[in-house]
Nanobody
């Protein structure tokens, strides 16, 4: 299983970025897929997680902090995920990782497994 994120960079507050992730070694439509981020000195935060079978629909999870600004998409033909990030804020600054994801009902949180190299997003104020 390999997941490689790209597309990060430096952007001003209010700007946009589109992150991409190339996945290999597994069938995308057999997993839930999404993104998490980790800011310096902070624990990782789940950003999004697709529905079952890699579907992006009403069951897609978005963290409250990004809802309405970030959009997940999955291209099963090209084995890629994307995260369109609009109206970026300084608090969005973090390393972003794409990963397989799941919901842990026992404690009500999304967990992320099998991630690769992340991509740094820096939002200047």
């Amino acid at each position: 299983v390999q997941l490689q994120a790209s597309g990060g960079g430096l952007v001003q507050t209010g700007g946009s970025l589109r992150l991409s992730c190339t996945a290999s070694g597994f069938a995308l439509d057999e997993y839930r897929l999404g993104w998490f981020r980790q800011a310096p000195g902070k624990y990782r935060e789940g950003v999004s997680c697709s529905g079952f079978g890699g579907r992006v629909d009403d069951s897609t999870y978005y963290a409250d902090s990004v809802k309405g600004r970030f959009t997940l998409s999955i291209d099963n033909v090209r084995n890629m995920l994307h995260l369109q990030m609009n109206s970026l804020k300084p608090e969005d600054t973090a390393v972003y990782y794409c990963a397989q994801c799941r919901f842990e009902a026992s404690y009500g949180e999304y967990e992320y497994d099998q991630w690769g190299q992340g991509t740094l997003v820096t939002v200047s104020s």
